[in-house]
């Protein structure tokens, strides 16, 4: 019990630092904006709002300047089931790549801004 008092304390922390030392949006053209979106159409990032490796791929989000849909697994039970049953285990972050019919989990936040670093850059 105090374990998790104090884990979510530190992540309320860590959320409130990064509030304070947002990083600035990558600035394109129109048409880099609309490419850079596109690369990441039908993505979406599963994630608990106060883990510090959530926040960090957030961050990273944030600076790219792309829009990825966002599901907390804590608020709505039904995507903590989609990313067991699609992802096959509860670990945040995690990157649901979508191309066509083709779906793809990632894990590690490390490796989802490499790769998301990679589809915008």
Not at 13 to 26: D, E, S, Y
């Amino acid at each position: 019990m105090l374990l998790k008092i104090l884990r979510n304390a530190l992540g309320l922390i860590i959320v409130f630092g990064n509030w304070l030392t947002k990083p600035k949006r990558v600035q394109r053209s129109t048409a880099d904006q609309e490419l850079a979106q596109n690369a990441v159409a039908g993505h979406s990032l599963y994630q608990l709002y106060a883990c510090p490796f959530c926040v960090k791929t957030r961050r990273a989000l944030h600076r790219l300047n792309v829009d990825v849909e966002i599901r907390d697994i804590n608020r709505d039970p039904a995507h903590r089931t989609a990313l067991e049953d699609g992802g096959g285990r509860v670990k945040v972050p995690c990157l649901r790549i979508q191309n066509g019919d083709q779906v793809q989990w990632m894990y590690e936040s490390n490796d989802i801004i490499e790769y998301l670093e990679q589809r915008v850059a």
